[in-house]
Structures are given as structure tokens and as C-alpha cells.
């Protein structure tokens, strides 16, 4: 089982970008999946999670009303659309997933599984 992390790039401050995460081996069904950030320099970040059975979401904070979380069932794919970028927003974005109740989903030591990462820069 693996997770495929992709659509990062660089882009100047107020852009969009959208990454996606693919699994291959098993469904996302049953299982939590989301996102976390990396900065250099600073410990790893939740940014968002999604249920896959039921559609709950979550968004950290500092992200609220710039990215959405969202999923293709039958792609088996999840999405990170990221707008209104800013330069504090620049790091190596990974998907993961878990099992765990929804309340530790922030925790990112709770995850056994995670995909390669995608380098976001944006510049200002």
C-alpha cells in the first residue's frame, strides 16, 4: 500500500495550487486522511482531515477560508485546493491516513501511513 502525493510547484504570493493524493493497494474507505505540512526548520503541522465514510472535514486554523478538503470516490483520490497562498504557507505537504479516533487526528505520531510529500514554495 502506498500514498502518491503530487500537484505542488512554486507560486508567488495570492496564487492556487491543488494537490491530490492517491492511494494504490486499498480504498481510502474506512479510513482518515489528511494532510500535514512540513517547513523547514519546524516540526510537522496539521493542515486538514477528512473522513473518508461520512465526509467530515476538518481545517486547521490557519487555513480556513483559503483551502478546501475534498475527495473523488471513485478515483480514490484526495484533494487539497489551496488559494490565497501566502510565503508562511511554504513547505513539503504530505497525505497520510489513519484509523484513529477523530479527536487525535491533529496528532501527526497517530499515523502509520504516509505518502512521499510535494514542495509548496510561494513567493512573495
Known amino acids: 500500500v502506498q500514498l502518491q502525493a503530487s500537484g505542488g510547484g512554486l507560486v508567488q504570493a495570492g496564487g492556487s495550487l491543488r494537490l491530490s493524493c492517491a492511494a494504490s493497494?486499498?480504498?481510502?474507505?474506512?479510513?482518515?486522511v489528511s494532510w500535514f505540512r512540513q517547513a523547514p526548520g519546524k516540526e510537522r503541522e496539521f493542515v486538514s482531515a477528512?473522513?473518508?465514510?461520512?465526509?467530515?472535514?476538518r481545517l486547521a486554523d490557519s487555513v480556513k477560508g483559503r483551502f478546501t478538503i475534498s475527495r473523488d470516490n471513485a478515483k480514490n483520490t484526495l484533494f487539497l485546493q489551496m488559494n490565497s497562498l501566502k510565503p508562511e504557507d511554504t513547505a513539503v505537504y504530505y497525505c497520510?491516513?489513519?484509523?484513529?479516533?477523530?479527536?487525535?487526528?491533529?496528532?501527526?505520531?497517530?499515523?502509520?501511513?504516509w505518502g512521499q510529500g510535494t514542495q509548496v514554495t510561494v513567493s512573495s
Open positions: 477528512l473522513r473518508w465514510s461520512g465526509g467530515t472535514t
Open positions: 493497494g486499498r480504498t481510502f474507505s474506512g479510513y482518515i
Open positions: 497520510a491516513t489513519t484509523k484513529i479516533v477523530w479527536s487525535e487526528i491533529e496528532n501527526p505520531s497517530r499515523y502509520a501511513l
